[in-house]
């Protein structure tokens, strides 16, 4: 069983930066993929950032040179450095946890646990 807790969300100005933190505990098993997603009112959850379990990571093109995920080696601590926030980027943004080796952002049917969420809001 694998538990995930977000946190670090919260309400910043356009063109500001957030931190997210994902704590990860339980077992995860030997292979395994982290990732970030988000899911606004009204809309899809969505792939942000994930990495596979060889320590590559993918973005959506979205959030490509804005934001960053980066982890222990472990990836007991999974991190979402978001810079130069847009209000697009509101949502409530997950870290979930694959039981595979390779993954991206488009594939959020291959993620088997998530966390509670933790709400962004970018305002104008």
């Known amino acids: 069983q694998v538990q995930l807790v977000e946190s670090g969300g919260g309400s910043v100005q356009a063109g500001g930066s957030l931190r997210l933190s994902c704590a990860v505990s339980?077992?995860?098993?030997?292979?395994?993929?982290m990732g970030w997603f988000r899911q606004a009112p009204g809309k899809e959850r969505a792939g942000v950032a994930a990495i596979d379990d060889d320590g590559s990571t993918t973005y959506a093109d979205s959030v490509k040179g804005r934001f960053t995920l980066s982890s222990d080696n472990a990836k007991k601590i999974l991190y979402l450095q978001m810079n130069s926030l847009k209000p697009e980027d509101t949502a409530m943004y997950y870290c979930?946890?694959?039981?595979?080796?390779?993954?991206?952002?488009?594939?959020?049917?291959?993620?088997?646990?998530w966390g509670q969420g933790t709400q962004v809001t970018v305002s104008s």
């Open positions: 979930a946890n694959a039981h595979a080796r390779y993954c991206d952002t488009d594939s959020v049917g291959l993620y088997n646990y």
């Open positions: 339980g077992y995860t098993g030997s292979t395994y993929c």
